[in-house]
T-cell receptor, first 114, second 105 residues
């Protein structure tokens, strides 16, 4: 257990439905990152926050994806109108800006779109 | 588009040998370089970070960076079966596909 938690751990949804995932970082970490990973691939960067500000979002990310970190603590990632290609492991990581080694990933949320 | 290339392997080494993992990247302006270890079914774990040319050692791990050649490597000395995992190279926020390492007893 790294101290980063994600909920749910597994999600099965039908194509076209909306899904929302939650990440709770280590409490003193002000940076929070979202990635997704498919089998045999490395994690793909989606977006990151410093406190409540979303500082960068992947250009590859569809408008169907949105993320928030309203109070600079937990974050949510929403996918609207899910497609089968969205099936992946969604990973969250956190750290404090300036302390690169203190970076930890959560266990991930596995999304299956049927 | 920023790219990070790794040989997907598998790379197989005997116990006690040196494992050498390599990574090349496309963005000459990159400033930070990472190596992660990912066991099967688990999340990545950061094991090395390097930002300047040369070598950085941490225990049995040595990261090497050559910005002119846009090349970063990871050496694992005295490899152990517990080192068997996928090793992911990341440059900034971009990850490679990873190299599967198997250490045979």
């Amino acid at each position: 257990d790294t101290g980063v938690s994600q909920d749910p751990r597994h999600k099965i949804t039908k194509r076209g439905q909306n899904v929302t995932f939650r990440c709770d970082p280590i409490s003193e970490h002000n940076r929070l990152y979202w990635y997704r990973q498919t089998l045999g691939q490395g994690p793909e960067f989606l977006t990151y926050f410093q406190n409540e500000a979303q500082l960068e979002k992947s250009r590859l990310l569809s408008d169907r994806f949105s993320a928030e970190r309203p109070k600079g603590s937990f974050s949510t990632l929403e996918i609207q109108r899910t497609e089968q290609g969205d099936s992946a492991m969604y990973l969250c990581a956190s750290r404090t800006a300036g302390t690169v080694y203190e970076q930890y990933f959560g266990p991930g949320t596995r999304l299956t779109v049927t | 588009q920023k790219e990070v290339e790794q040989n997907s392997g598998p790379l197989s080494v005997p116990e006690g040998a040196i494992a050498s993992l390599n990574c090349t990247y496309s963005d000459r302006g990159s400033q930070s370089f990472f190596w992660y270890r990912q066991y099967s079914g688990k999340s990545p774990e950061l094991i090395m970070f390097i930002y300047s040319n040369g070598d950085k050692e941490d225990g049995r791990f040595t990261a090497q960076l050559n910005k002119a050649s846009q090349y970063v490597s990871l050496l694992i000395r005295d490899s152990q079966p517990s080192d068997s995992a996928t090793y992911l190279c990341a440059v900034g926020l971009t990850f490679g596909k990873g190299t599967l390492l198997t250490v045979n007893p």
